[in-house]
């Protein structure tokens, strides 16, 4: 029996193995040694080998035994062996027929990982626990069947089988395992048992699918499931689906409709992300949540929301082209940084009173905007808020607004009134940036008007002028009924004249000069 440096206790036929059971007669099949592979072209293992006038049972394979033999080509193995280690045939890529006994009941992780040769396989009927990421990067791999009685597709099981075309899922099977197809570029339809309850994570990111007609009895469906589906056109979801996870559908450019279920409650961040050929959807009552980027780069041009919601997250509509209109619902409390950015067809969006804070960049180059009403209950206006929004002309700030923050406004070129109902002017870090407002009008309260007239940037206006009665459904004076300003020799404005020459500028704009002893 060989001794030393190798890791075999005899040799029968050029295979290895080490013994199990002195009593049993039974035997594992080895290496000869962790780093020489001595298994090439194509290998049967016996299911008895006769050695020293005995008969021994192969009954066994060790972990790492096949793998790294890049020329093994095929392989047999017996039956009496129940259990394939992890890793066994690891980059055997080369490999290209595996033939599994019936007696096989379990296979371990990563069995066949980088088998980029293996085209086929048949997965026998009792085996009852299958390991994860079993065919990962088995390229060629193009059919397989699945036993049924199995009750998981196991995490990451065909991971990177771009060549997967068929796989039948057995109708025992229950829940689908995170990645279990992912990058099948090949895989076009999948069969779902009628008694599946969970798909995974990621489970058909980046597929081959066109269609997935998704079984109502799931109540499950894991994040980015079936993301960057390039050809995906229609997908069925499940009638009872409660979530819509974060970037489910993210990416998939092909899919012109979608209904979504009528218990939805919360749809999650990136759902329909880059779904660039959705035009409409109805979204349910049910809703109450929708996360960051749920509609970012859709097709959507009008939308619904619904009454139960409280929050648009972080570019909830972001770059949709299409979009022309919004009304956010009376109850919702805060709208995210970018919510409507670069939505340069919007027209016309109607914000709420209940709203108490907008983040940065709420409407980012939506160049078709002609009018905005902020709510009442803000009390400052934030970095970049309207930025080149070239089509702007008309923005109302409310009352309580205290402050206007950095280039809030800049880049309205088209700016021709802007009021500001604050009694005191807002303080301001360069909001108007380039925006010309020497050529439009600023519309104050009575009492505030020589307030901003005296205030930088708010006196560089074109015209400062006192809002009308009724107008914006404010009842004051007309601009006809303002007192004069009596200004010093150094520029300072007052209602009462200063002592002794005045520069006297009166409601309608003209000026004379007066003495006053």
């Known amino acids: 029996m060989p001794m030393g440096i190798y890791a075999y206790d005899i040799t029968v036929d050029g295979i290895y193995y080490n013994i199990l059971s002195e009593e049993e007669k039974t035997l594992s099949v080895t290496n000869k040694d962790e780093w020489i592979t001595d298994y090439v072209g194509d290998i049967e293992i016996p299911s008895s080998v006769e050695y020293n006038g005995q008969s021994w049972s192969v009954v066994a394979i060790e972990a790492d035994t096949f793998k790294d033999h890049a020329i093994l080509n095929s392989i047999v193995l017996p039956e009496g062996i129940r259990t394939i280690p992890d890793y066994a045939f690891r980059n055997c890529n080369e490999m290209h027929t595996v033939v599994l006994p019936n007696s096989i009941d379990s296979i371990g992780n990563r069995v066949f990982l980088a088998c980029s040769r293996l085209e086929s396989i048949n997965i026998p009927e009792h085996v009852s626990f299958i390991g994860s990421y079993l065919f990962e990067d088995c390229i060629e791999l193009r059919v397989i069947v699945l036993p049924e009685g199995i009750t998981t597709i196991p995490e990451g099981m065909f991971f990177y089988c771009e060549g997967l075309e068929s796989v039948n899922i057995p109708s ?90 009528k218990t939805l409650e919360i749809i999650g961040e990136s759902a329909l992300g880059g779904c660039t050929s959705i035009m409409s959807l109805d979204i349910p009552e049910t809703v109450c949540s929708i996360g960051n980027g749920a509609f970012g780069s859709t097709g959507i041009s009008t939308l619904i929301l619904p009454s139960g919601i409280t929050d648009i997250g972080e570019y909830t509509f972001g770059n949709c082209p299409n979009l022309v209109s919004m009304v956010i619902p009376d109850g919702v409390e805060h709208i995210g940084e970018g919510a409507f950015a670069g939505c340069f067809s919007l027209e016309s969006v109607t914000l709420p009173n209940s709203i108490k804070y907008m983040d940065s960049w709420v409407f980012q180059e939506c160049s078709s905007l002609k009018e905005i009403i902020f709510p009442d209950l803000l009390d400052e206006i934030s970095p970049w808020m309207c930025i080149q929004c070239t089509n702007l002309k008309k923005v109302v700030i409310p009352e309580h607004v205290e402050f206007i923050k950095s280039y809030a406004f800049c880049d309205c070129t088209s700016l021709t009134d802007f009021y500001c109902l604050a009694k005191a002017p807002p303080l301001i870090a360069v909001s108007f940036g380039d925006t010309p407002i020497e050529q439009a009008t600023l519309h104050v309260q009575k009492e505030s008007y020589y307030s901003y007239k005296s205030t930088d940037p708010w006196s560089r206006f074109g015209n400062i002028k006192v809002i009308e009665e009724g107008e914006l459904g404010i009842g004051t004076l007309h601009n006809d009924d303002l007192p004069p300003i009596y200004y010093d020799l150094n520029g300072h404005p007052s209602v009462s004249p200063h002592k002794g020459i005045n520069i006297l500028q009166k409601a309608n704009g003209k000026t004379i000069k007066t003495l006053n002893n």
């Open 172 to 261: 025992t099977v229950t829940t689908i395992g995170d990645f279990a197809f992912m990058d099948c570029l090949q895989l076009k339809s999948v069969v779902f048992p009628e008694n599946l309850q969970t798909i995974g994570d990621n489970v058909f990111d980046e597929s081959g699918l066109t269609s997935a007609d998704v079984p109502n009895s799931v109540t499950s469906i894991g994040a980015f499931a079936f993301a960057h589906c390039q050809d995906l056109t229609f997908i069925h979801l499940p009638e009872n689906l409660k979530v819509l996870s974060q970037a489910i559908l993210s990416g998939c450019p092909s899919l012109t409709s979608l209904t979504i279920p």
